[in-house]
Every structure is written in C-alpha cells, then in structure tokens.
C-alpha cells in the first residue's frame, strides 16, 4: 500500500518517534494481560479444559476485575483514534 508514518515536516520517523507511538499500546495491553494471567490462574482448570470457546470466555469473566471495562474502553478509543487522525 504504501503507507508511511511521518513527522509533521514530512521527514521519516526513527527509533525514539515509533517506540513513542507504540508506548500507549504497551500500556494499554500489560493490565490487559495482568487480567487475564489471574483469570487463568484462578478458573478450575478441569472445566476449562472440556469448555468450548463461548463457555471459556464466561469461566474467565468470572474472575475479571470491576476495572476492567475502563482498560477496555481505553483501548478502543486508541485503536478508533488511529482512524480518525
């Protein structure tokens, strides 16, 4: 496609500007994984196991935080940000 990430002037980015970029989704993606490593530590492994994929996601909700939704929401908003500018 073609499709470069610039400065404003026009020049190419280096190093320091792409880790800059990417700091907010390595933010973001640690307490997502926090989250889900104590929801697997945490579920009954046997059950589990036998769960299909709808059932899995449930049995490891059960053990997500009340905070979560704001890492979430967060998140989305900078992928859908990523769009818009």
């Known amino acids: 496609m073609g499709i ?3 400065k404003i002037n026009g020049s190419k980015i ?3 500007e792409a880790f800059k970029r990417s700091s907010v989704d390595i933010l973001l993606t640690i307490p997502i994984l926090v989250i889900s490593y104590i ?3 945490k579920v009954n492994q046997s059950e589990f196991i036998v769960a299909d994929f709808l059932a899995k996601d449930e049995l490891l909700r059960a053990f997500h935080p009340s ?9 989305d ?3 859908w940000s990523e ?3």
């Open 4 to 6: 470069q990430i610039t």
């Open 14 to 16: 280096g190093y320091r």
């Open 39 to 41: 929801a697997l530590s």
């Open 67 to 75: 905070w979560e939704w704001m890492i979430n929401r967060a998140s």
């Open 77 to 79: 908003i900078w992928v």
């Open 83 to 85: 769009f818009v500018t």
